[in-house]
Nanobody, 123 residues
């Protein structure tokens, strides 16, 4: 079982990035997939999650009008589309999978984790 996060990079304020979370060894459409981020000196925090029924849960109010998440079950990948990026979005972004039906509230409840991808937004 493996999650591979990719797509990070360095953008300027107002730019966009699309992160990918590719699953292997399991069928991700039966899992809730969440994105978390960890900024320097801060704890890992939830960003957004999509459950197995494609319902979306936002963990961070600050991204509600800018980020969205969607699945491509054909290639076993979940995407995080990030628009109107701000310097405060700078962090390492991780994807995680949980076997439950709902998006759990805590990072510790997720079963599998990817390795993280760096997102840097400059002003």
């Amino acid at each position: 079982v493996q999650l591979q996060a990719s797509g990070g990079g360095h953008v300027q304020t107002g730019g966009s990035l699309r992160l990918s979370c590719a699953a292997s060894g399991f069928t991700s459409d039966y899992y809730a997939i969440g994105w978390f981020r960890q900024a320097p000196g801060k704890e890992r925090a939830g960003v957004i999650c999509i459950n197995r029924y494609s319902s979306i849960r936002y963990y961070a109010d600050s991204v509600k009008d800018r980020f969205t998440i969607f699945r491509n079950n054909a290639n076993n990948t979940v995407y995080l589309q990030m628009n109107s990026l701000k310097p405060e979005d700078t962090a390492v972004y991780y994807c995680a999978a949980d076997r439950g039906d709902a998006c759990k509230s805590y990072a510790g409840d997720f079963d599998y984790w990817g390795q993280g991808t760096q997102v840097t937004v400059s002003s």
